[in-house]
């Protein structure tokens, strides 16, 4: 009964991390894929996989460290696609 149950954490947290990408909000994404990151955590804490474990770490804190700083980029990145707009409007009125 024990390995059916960290089977099925696996799978969860499998469908928790695909389930991530149709987040539309990048907030919620993150969140979604910290909390499967977690699971994986545990599911290789169970069993005994410690590259499991780091790859999932550090999938938690980059998925943090993004979240943390997000809005930032998409404020940038819609500033740059305005200022290539206007240069080309410039372009094709000259």
Do not use: K
């Not at 695909?18 to 919620?28: G, H, I, L, W």
């Not at 169970?46 to 550090?58: K, Q, R, T």
């Not at 997000?70 to 009125?93: F, K, L, M, Q, T």
């Amino acid at each position: 009964m024990r390995t059916i149950a960290i089977s099925c954490l696996g799978w969860a947290a499998t469908a928790m991390f695909v389930a991530s990408y149709f987040f539309a909000r990048p907030a919620a994404l993150r969140t979604v894929q910290m909390l499967a990151a977690l699971m994986w955590v545990a599911y290789g804490w169970l069993i005994g996989a410690s590259p499991v474990i780091a790859a999932n770490v550090l999938l938690i804190i980059a998925a943090a460290w993004t979240a943390a700083r997000g809005p930032h980029d998409a404020v940038a990145d819609s500033v740059g696609r305005n200022w290539a707009r206007r240069r080309e409007r410039a372009a094709d009125a000259a």
